[in-house]
């Protein structure tokens, strides 16, 4: 089975800045499941080089920004309340990825600064403006179900277990 519209995928893949240095993985264990074909749940040049691969295959894809997490913009420091973040973490630290809660869903930003109610945070993703290159691997492919299919993405590995 080869990854197709509308096939749920399971891959796992390494990272890597434009020096080479990894700065993000996943494993078997904790793989990355998805609707394929053009559901937005995937970087759009990541999902069309992984277009007509098997169970097995590793791909190897090197996006520049703009088809990554965009270029750096300036003056993006906002002031966010605490209570909208998305973490656990008592120990915030200036430099610290951190996702936050925003009239848009969840997005991901640089901690600047801590205060005691409010952080400041750069919101450009904390991979804005780099060239990354993803080592994937396919784990398995999948029919995805009619509810994934309306639904525009991928219930996970077992389809039977989610809940809406």
Do not use: C
């Amino acid at each position: 089975m080869t990854i197709e519209k509308n096939k749920v995928v399971a891959f796992q893949y390494v990272l890597k800045n434009e020096a080479g240095e990894e700065v993000e993985r996943t494993g078997v264990d904790d793989p990355i499941v998805y609707l394929h074909g053009g559901h937005q749940n995937l970087l759009p040049r990541l999902e069309e080089a992984l277009e007509g691969k098997d169970k097995g295959d590793q791909v190897v894809v090197t996006l520049p920004p703009e088809h990554a997490y965009g270029m750096h913009l300036e003056n993006t420091v906002h002031r966010i309340p605490k209570k909208h973040l998305l973490t656990r973490e008592k120990r915030l630290k200036p430099g610290m990825p951190i996702k936050v809660n925003t009239a848009e869903g969840p997005r991901d930003v640089m901690i600047v600064k801590v205060g005691k109610f409010n952080i400041d945070a750069d919101t450009n993703h904390p991979l804005a403006g780099m060239t990354i290159t993803f080592e994937t691997t396919i784990l398995d492919i999948r029919d995805a179900t009619p509810e994934e299919i309306t639904h525009g993405h991928s219930h996970g590995w077992d389809a039977s277990e989610h809940h809406h």
